[in-house]
């Protein structure tokens, strides 16, 4: 990189004979930093396509990677497309509409709650090693109220979205074609 200085008070351009020394240095160390992004970028890409053969290969694993992750909320730890199926399998026998309905229900309140400038009162459980498992309170109003509900619209459409995958799986395949 050439450094020029203009003094325009007397009219000329001067340069700085330093970076002339230096452009030899820099030169050579700009050709090393070449190589590394290259290096990187084919590690990159061999690892990038090493996880697409694992997902194609993990059964369910591969559906529920075009479903969009649970977006991330305080009280709700934990909840990944794994854990939403198996309880979906365990509770309700398979049957995604329960979930899904409760969800509506939740979004259909806090909506309500919004329409009057009201604030929404949460109730969710933790555990504590010490005490056990606790019931806590968040109340949501304003900002917070209006970001929680854009959560549990992600939160439903991905619901939809692993129903979907699941009961794609569960359709028995047409074998005549």
């Known amino acids: 990189m050439r450094v020029t200085s203009t003094d325009q008070h ?4 001067s340069t700085n004979v330093l970076a002339k020394k230096n452009k030899k240095n820099a030169e050579k160390k700009n050709k090393k930093k ?15 396509a090493f996880l697409f053969i694992i997902v194609l290969n993990v059964p369910g694993f591969a559906e ?3 479903c969009p992750e649970f977006p991330r909320v305080a009280w709700w730890k934990g909840v990944t497309h ?8 365990q509770k309700h026998a398979g049957n995604w509409r329960p979930l899904i309905k409760n969800w509506q229900s939740n979004l259909s309140k806090l ?5 009057k400038d009201s604030v929404a009162s949460i109730r969710y459980k933790t ?6 498992q606790q019931t806590r309170r968040v109340t949501l109003s304003g900002d917070k ?10 939160r439903l459409a991905i619901l939809y979205c692993l129903s ?12 005549n074609g």
Do not use: C
């Open 34 to 48: 070449w190589h590394k992004p290259m290096s990187i970028h084919r590690s990159g890409l061999f690892l990038a």
């Open 127 to 132: 555990f504590d090693p010490f005490h056990g």
């Open 164 to 175: 979907d995958m699941e009961t794609a799986n569960d359709k028995p395949s047409d074998e």
């Open 145 to 154: 109220l209006e970001a929680y509900i854009d959560n549990v619209w992600r």
């Open 82 to 89: 794994q854990s939403t199926i198996a309880l979906v399998n």
């Open 64 to 66: 529920a990677a075009h």
């Open 10 to 13: 007397f009219g000329y351009n």
């Open 111 to 115: 909506q309500k709650i919004r329409k």
